[in-house]
Each structure stands twice: as structure tokens, then as C-alpha cells.
């Protein structure tokens, strides 16, 4: 059975806006050791949505893969590891 993970991302650049590719995904605040609590967040119909615990705000673009970013940077790339 394949696997579907869930995509993780955060703003440890401390960038204004991430632009994001998936409607639903993890924000992880920072990288560890200093990630807030993962937080699932579902945009639904929406194109944004802000994190409550750390006030990203992140917006849709159709033209991301749904695992990537802009800045790529904000991906966590060590998510699968997580799960």
C-alpha cells in the first residue's frame, strides 16, 4: 500500500507569506528543536490560512507540487522521519 505523508513545512526564515502547494499540511513553526506543536491546518476553499500558534501565513499556489514551498527553505524535509 503506498504511503501518503502529510507535507510539513515552517518559517524559520521568518518570512511574511509561504506560499505552499497543498490545501492541507503541518505547520511546524521553526525547525527542531525549536518547532511549535505540529499543527494540521485544511484551507478548504480557501487560498489562505494563518497558523494559531505561530501567525505564518501561508497562501495557495496552484503551480507548487503539493509538497513544495516558496522559499523552498520553509519545507521540512525530515518530516517522513517524523511520522
Known amino acids: 500500500m503506498a504511503q501518503h505523508l502529510v507535507p510539513h513545512f515552517h518559517n524559520g526564515p521568518g518570512v511574511p507569506v509561504i506560499e505552499v502547494g497543498a490545501r492541507e499540511f503541518m505547520c511546524i513553526g521553526a525547525p527542531p ?3 511549535h506543536p505540529h499543527v ?5 476553499g480557501e487560498r489562505e490560512i494563518v497558523c494559531p500558534y505561530c501567525s505564518t501565513l501561508y497562501r495557495l499556489d ?3 507540487g503539493p509538497a513544495e514551498a516558496r ?3 520553509c519545507r521540512w524535509e525530515n518530516a517522513a522521519q517524523a511520522a
Open 71 to 73: 522559499p523552498a527553505e
Open 33 to 35: 528543536p525549536f518547532d
Open 40 to 44: 494540521f491546518l485544511d484551507m478548504g
Open 62 to 64: 496552484p503551480t507548487l
